[in-house]
């Protein structure tokens, strides 16, 4: 008995022979293919899309973050010019430069020097903190 037979319990011969399992695989054979196609479709639609979907969300999130950076360095790098080119911090880190010029040993720091370094530390503070008190008013 063969697989075919056994399955459909007729031969391929009665099956050819009979008017309904002629319809009953005209009707079949359509949608089978179809639903196998359409499942192959699928998986190559949910492959492919998704990978790109995924590609495009990294990349547009990668410009952000790289943009944000942009603009906090920018931030930084203006905080840093006016602090430098404040008259405050240049009246205070001027003794501290020709303290440490004068002086030849490291272990050598005198009090001036400590003082002057404390006060560069208090201004810095202060500048951050008027700094941020503007940006979050």
């Known amino acids: ?51 790109k979907q995924l590609f495009m969300m990294v990349k547009a999130d990668l410009s952000v973050a790289e943009n944000t950076l942009l603009q906090v360095q920018v931030r930084q790098e203006n905080q840093l010019e006016r602090v430098v080119t404040s008259w405050a911090f240049q009246n205070d880190f001027r003794p501290l430069l020709s ?27 202060l500048q951050k903190n008027n700094f941020s008190s503007i940006i979050y008013v």
Do not use: C
């Open 1 to 51: 008995m063969s697989f075919f037979t056994h399955f459909f319990g007729v031969s391929w011969q009665q099956m050819q022979a009979k008017v309904r399992y002629r319809i009953l695989i005209l009707t079949l054979l359509p949608i089978l293919l179809t639903l196998v196609s359409l499942v192959f479709i699928t998986i190559y639609w949910n492959i492919s899309y998704t990978g």
């Open 99 to 125: 303290a440490e010029k004068f002086s030849s040993e490291k272990s050598n720091v005198t009090e001036a020097t400590i003082n002057h370094r404390a006060s560069i530390d208090a201004f810095l503070l």
